[in-house]
């Protein structure tokens, strides 16, 4: 994604980072966290990747009250070399890839207010931290991280960052994977959300198609609303693989000459999960 032009607030590092200041949260923000957290775990038992679950575990997110980064970054590190470190909100695209290359997350260090719980536009600290940093103590999505974050410097290069994005959009916040019993979400962008944990699962109106690299980075996304197409992975392995083994640059090229595929769009060639009705899109549709 392409963002106007962000100013580095005062008192940022030339990274961006900020001190978390953990003894400055208030017990009304640290129970904001502790009631989007309890609204989450009853809703993801069986809905969510068991790598995620695991995360949860060993990073003790359990634990009532906003995390401190310090003492997460502690476990992280000793799960998979990862911290996380505090950004005022979102950081550009340069600083964001630079930090990811080098096994850092960054995360808001601000929670959005009580009458927020349901949507926000900025990504705040129950975002990044619940939803993201579980999976960084799973050793495959953690070098997916890493790899994504350096596939970003290179297509910052080329100037192709919007192309990238779509990979990123469409696995890190929004994906789903395949388990044993059925699909299961992982994405932060999902797991974070009560409303959208439901519908990206169960819900009768979106499209759900196998992940396929190069369809992928043709398909357009949306930033306002429920996903109308999910991409399903088969395990981390197979997304941190295909990431490795494609040589991007090629990729890219290849690319240039091909249209845009439309959100809602279903290809001959797709593996599709599921046919969806797209009734929520378009009961939302001006007349
Ligand atoms: N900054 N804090 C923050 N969090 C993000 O997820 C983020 C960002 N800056 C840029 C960015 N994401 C994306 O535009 C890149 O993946 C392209
Ligand atoms: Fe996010």
Do not use: C
């Not at 953690?142 to 990979?167: F, K, S």
């Not at 916040?173 to 439901?198: H, K, N, P």
């Not at 357009?220 to 109308?228: A, E, L, N, T």
Request: aromatic share 12%.
């Amino acid at each position: 994604m392409a963002h106007a032009e962000l100013t580095r607030p005062e008192g940022a590092a030339s990274d961006w980072t900020i001190p978390q200041r953990w003894d400055a949260y208030t017990p009304q923000e640290h129970a904001t966290w502790d009631a989007l957290f309890a609204r989450q775990a009853r809703m993801l038992p069986g809905r969510t990747a068991p790598e995620f679950l695991q995360g949860l575990d060993v990073l003790r997110l359990s634990k009532p009250g906003i995390p401190d980064f310090e003492e997460l970054s502690d476990r992280l590190m000793k799960a998979t070399g990862w911290q996380v470190v505090a950004v005022p909100g979102l950081v550009p695209d340069d600083v964001f890839f630079d930090h990811l290359a080098n096994r850092r997350f960054v995360a808001g260090n601000f929670i959005r207010r009580p009458d927020q719980l349901d949507y926000l536009q900025e990504p705040d600290v129950f975002h990044d931290v619940f939803g993201h940093v579980p999976l960084l103590a799973d050793p495959v999505f953690a070098d997916y991280m890493q790899a994504y974050g350096e596939g970003g410097r290179r297509a910052a290069a080329l100037g192709v960052i919007d192309r990238l994005a779509r990979l990123y959009w469409y696995t890190v916040e929004f994906g789903l994977v395949r388990s044993g019993e059925g699909l299961r979400l992982y994405g932060a962008g999902i797991v974070s959300s009560f409303t959208e944990s439901v519908f990206a699962l169960e819900d009768p109106s979106p499209n759900r198609i196998g992940f396929d690299l190069k369809r992928l980075m043709r398909t357009k996304y949306r930033i306002d609303d429920f996903q109308q197409n999910y991409f399903v992975i088969d395990s981390f392995e197979q997304l941190l693989d295909q990431t490795l083994n494609t040589d991007f640059g090629p990729l890219y090229t290849e690319l240039d000459g091909q249209s845009d595929i439309e959100i809602e769009a279903i290809l001959p060639t797709d593996r599709v999960f599921t046919y969806g009705t797209q009734a929520y899109a378009r009961a939302k549709m001006p007349a």
